[in-house]
């Protein structure tokens, strides 16, 4: 199976601050059609995951540019250019490219200083 | 208003069987691949079964933890996907989320396996 390891597993940020998360894959994340299926989720407080990114930089409808995704093989980043009070709650990334199983990262949670 | 909304979720003895049921509205079902993901009280997301539309063969694939216990399955005239869980141990006890894994989440369902 596919190992998904994020860092760090606590960001405190202050308001307006950058931060950034990484998630690293056991095995690159390419598949055979090219396309690399790694997704964001953002779980905030006591509600669903929302998608904010899939296939590593593709932001969903909806999500502010502040979020951005990059990476490629085995090395994945999410980054907020500003943090926001609503930007605090959990954030994981899940690789689709090897299945069975899709597999998470242990979630990074956010909160602020 | 497009939504997943799951039910039948409770509290079941160790050893008993429950069945989730996941209906969809204001989407079709039937044109995606379907998910089970859970999340233990306190901890991350895992994923739990999946199966595929009817068009790429209707096939399913289960976690370790859940395979031999958990049946999915999806009734696409009725719109809804179902997790038949047996055998339910105490480590099962979670939020259940059906989802595409994509932008389709729903509220999640708790289930309690607990003596």
């Known amino acids: 199976d596919v190992v998904m390891t994020q860092s760090p597993l606590s960001l405190p940020v202050t308001l307006g601050q950058p931060a950034s998360i990484s998630c690293r894959s056991s095995?690159?994340?390419?598949?055979?059609?090219?396309?690399?299926?790694l997704t964001w989720f953002q779980q905030r407080p006591g509600q669903s995951p929302r998608r904010l990114i899939y296939q590593v930089s593709n932001r969903d409808s909806g999500v502010p540019d502040r979020f951005s995704g990059s990476g490629s093989g085995t090395d994945f980043t999410l980054k907020i250019s500003r943090v926001e009070a609503d930007d605090v709650g959990v954030y994981y990334c899940?690789?689709?490219?090897?299945?069975?199983?899709?597999?998470f990262g242990q979630g990074t949670k956010l909160e602020i200083k | 208003e497009v939504q997943l909304v799951e039910s039948g979720g409770g509290l079941v003895k160790p050893g008993g069987s429950l069945r989730l049921s996941c209906a969809a509205s204001?989407?079709?079902?039937?044109?995606?691949?379907m998910i089970w993901v859970r999340q233990a009280p306190g901890k991350g997301l895992e994923w739990v079964a999946r199966i595929k539309r009817k068009t790429d063969g209707g096939t399913t694939d289960y976690a370790a933890p859940v395979k031999d216990r958990f049946t999915i399955s999806r009734d696409d005239s009725k719109n809804t996907l179902y997790l038949e869980m047996s055998s339910l141990k105490t480590e099962d006890t979670a939020v259940y989320y059906c989802t595409t894994m994509g932008s389709m989440w729903g509220q999640g369902i708790l289930v309690t396996v607990s003596s």
């Open positions: 095995q690159s994340l390419v598949f055979s059609d090219g396309n690399t299926y």
């Open positions: 899940v690789q689709l490219t090897h299945w069975p199983p899709y597999t």
């Open positions: 204001g989407f079709i079902l039937s044109n995606d691949w």
